[in-house]
């Protein structure tokens, strides 16, 4: 038995259709469309993806965030990981602790199986799939960039057979060559060559489509189109073989998006309200506000009553949605308003002092998607950002297929997440599964009629400072909680 991840980066999963995604929906009648399906937080793509090769939440494998300040050394660092190489001295100079926790690529190795990666994201994304590729000789190819492929000799006889490496195209442009690109390595090298054990084939579009153009805009609309497209041939090969030789699908996104609609600086307003903030450590920076769409603020003196004065502050501004910190006992942060960072699975040592989300609510943008939030980045109003709270941002696609998965054509309704497919994948294989994991195996869709369906249960919490009000909504199925969103007013 083997597997093929096929990721379709920040796919929000209505936007599957006959009409735009045909193979996707061909897939979906082969297989069991999971309905429930949710990623971690924050919903960015270098916090879900460790997810998705450790089974485990943000607090297991600690990458916390596309952007985080390291604060094991003096002087703190920043680290931004779309950064390859740098991923890789991380790693070397930690002994192997890049990640906290063990990843599906190392546990396969250790059986004496193999893990590869096709990608199309950043460079530290595609590392983050299988970060240690190098030290087992296993496969990790980039559509754009080399410097996160390995090994060498394999990116040569690639290109010599596909062509060579297509530049990575401006950002406002939708990378088609990079997906074609990836699709013939895989169908003409890799399968043939290597046949994996594990397969990851990710589509980094359309992601970057939707931060510049719009989610539903018709240039992201048409690289959802292409995507499928290529997914269709993989899919071609797989009813015609793939299928035959026991290779099962996993058709996934890594997080949602919704729509900006009031820009912010969060920078800006703390230094009208007195504090020194900038955007990396320094030492005339008392309080690091990390660039992005998830708010995370480091403080040089993160001390409680530094911490609770700096809540204070942000919950008085429209802007803020839910406020975490860390945890004063079940339920409370530190903060008065916050609630535990535990709650939402950040509370690792690289967390920030104060993680935050933009206010969202459930607006409809002129392509007639809902969700609607402040944001903080250089572009126009209109245009599709993640990192949240938003059911919106925490909905992603998850669809299986093959001889593991009966139930051709069916629907699960039961909750799951990213975090559940390593897990699942590991028992199909008959490898132990590490008790780092918090995912669960997906028992409602491997084994369908023989036991009862898991049962969930929901919960809430809720707190407050003065007029500024939270709720966080998250359901259990078992021992694995997932988080259906927050919201604040």
């Known amino acids: 038995m083997r597997f093929l991840i096929v990721s379709f980066d920040g796919l929000r999963p209505d936007l599957v259709a006959p009409n735009l995604t045909p193979n996707l929906c061909r897939l979906q009648a082969q297989g069991i469309t999971l309905s429930n399906h949710r990623t971690v937080y924050p919903s ?3 916090s879900a993806f460790p997810s998705l090769v450790t089974g485990s939440t943000t607090s297991r494998h600690g990458m916390v965030g596309n952007i985080y300040v390291d604060r094991s050394i003096t002087p703190s660092r920043y680290i931004d990981t779309e950064d390859a190489v740098l991923l890789r001295k991380l790693d070397l100079e930690s002994g192997g602790r890049l990640m906290s926790t063990q990843t599906l690529g ?10 590869a990666v096709l990608a199309t994201n950043s460079p530290g994304t595609t590392r983050f799939f299988h970060h240690k590729a ?10 754009h960039f080399r410097e996160a492929c390995t090994p060498d000799d394999l990116l040569t006889e690639a290109e010599e057979l ?17 997906q074609d690109w990836i699709t013939s390595a895989f169908l003409d090298v890799i399968w043939p060559k290597y046949r994996p054990d594990v397969t990851v084939l990710s589509y980094g579009e359309p992601d970057l489509s939707s931060h510049f153009h ?21 899919l071609d090969w797989w009813e015609a073989e793939g299928r035959a030789e026991g290779v099962q699908i996993i058709a996934i996104s890594d997080h949602g998006h919704i729509t900006g609609h009031t820009q912010v600086s969060v920078v800006e307003r703390l230094r009208d309200a007195g504090y020194r903030p900038g955007t990396a450590p320094a030492p ?3 309080v ?10 480091y403080l040089a003196d993160p001390s409680d009553e530094r911490i609770a004065r700096i809540v204070a502050t942000i919950t008085g501004e429209p802007w803020c949605g839910p406020v975490f910190t860390r945890a004063k006992n079940d339920i409370e942060g530190i903060a008065l308003g916050s609630l535990g960072s535990h709650l939402i699975f950040i509370d690792h040592v690289r967390a920030p002092d104060v993680s935050f989300c933009f206010r969202a609510n459930d607006s409809v943008d002129p392509f007639g998607l809902v969700g609607g939030t402040f944001y903080e980045n250089n572009r126009r109003a209109g245009l599709g950002v993640h990192g949240g709270l938003h059911p919106r941002e925490l909905v992603a696609l998850g669809v299986v297929a093959g001889s593991a998965f009966p139930g051709q054509g ?38 369908p009629g023989q036991k009862a369906a898991p049962e969930s249960r929901s919960e809430a919490f809720d707190t407050g400072l003065g007029r500024f009000r939270q709720v966080l909504r998250r359901v259990q199925v078992g021992a694995s909680t997932y988080i259906e969103g927050g919201t604040a007013e």
């Open 44 to 46: 960015e793509t270098r």
């Open 106 to 115: 190392e546990i396969l190795a250790s059986a004496g199986r193999s893990l």
């Open 134 to 143: 190098e030290d087992f000789g296993h496969v990790r190819l980039s559509g």
């Open 162 to 178: 596909v062509g060579p490496l297509p530049p990575k195209p401006p950002s406002t442009k939708p990378d088609k060559a990079g």
């Open 214 to 234: 719009g989610t539903g805009a018709e240039a992201t609309r048409a690289i959802i189109a292409h995507c499928d497209r290529q997914f269709g041939r993989v």
């Open 284 to 286: 005339d920076v008392d």
């Open 288 to 297: 690091v506000v990390v660039p992005g769409q998830v708010g995370a603020l």
């Open 410 to 447: 069916s629907v699960s309704v039961v909750p799951s997440g990213i975090c559940d497919f390593a897990p699942t994948i590991l028992h199909l294989l008959e490898i132990a599964q590490p008790e780092s994991m918090t995912g669960r195996i997906l028992t409602e869709v491997v084994e």
